[in-house]
């Protein structure tokens, strides 16, 4: 079993920054996929950014060039730096970890809120 923790959403001004973490425990295991997805009151949860073990990235069409998605594989920890914040992108994002071993294998961390104020 993967927990995963997350740390560092919280209230920001429109244009803002913050900086999500999350970290995987144990961190002894291979995780294939890691990223973050988000649910705003009402919606449907989203993915919001994806890496890969080997570093490929895919993000969320209206957070390009906003969002930067990383990882350390060393300590099986995952970021999201949001810069350039919405009011829109408020919502409770989760941390997300795929693990493929003859079958997938899906975790989530209980989430963090991000508020953006306008």
């Known amino acids: 079993q993967v927990q995963l923790v997350e740390s560092g959403g919280g209230l920001v001004q429109a244009g803002g920054s913050l900086r999500l973490s999350c970290a995987a425990s144990?961190?002894?295991?291979?995780?294939?996929?890691m990223g973050w997805y988000r649910q705003a009151p009402g919606k449907q949860r989203e993915m919001v950014a994806t890496?890969?073990?080997?570093?490929?990235?895919n993000y969320l069409d209206s957070v390009k060039g906003r969002f930067t998605i990383s990882r350390d594989n060393g300590r099986s920890t995952v970021f999201l730096q949001m810069n350039s914040l919405k009011p829109e992108d408020t919502a409770v994002y989760y941390c997300?970890?795929?693990?493929?071993?003859?079958?997938?294998?899906?975790?989530w961390g209980q989430g963090t809120q991000v508020t953006v104020s306008s």
């Open positions: 997300n970890a795929v693990l493929v071993a003859l079958k997938r294998y899906d975790f």
């Open positions: 144990p961190s002894i295991y291979r995780l294939d996929v």
């Open positions: 890496i890969s073990i080997g570093g490929n990235t």
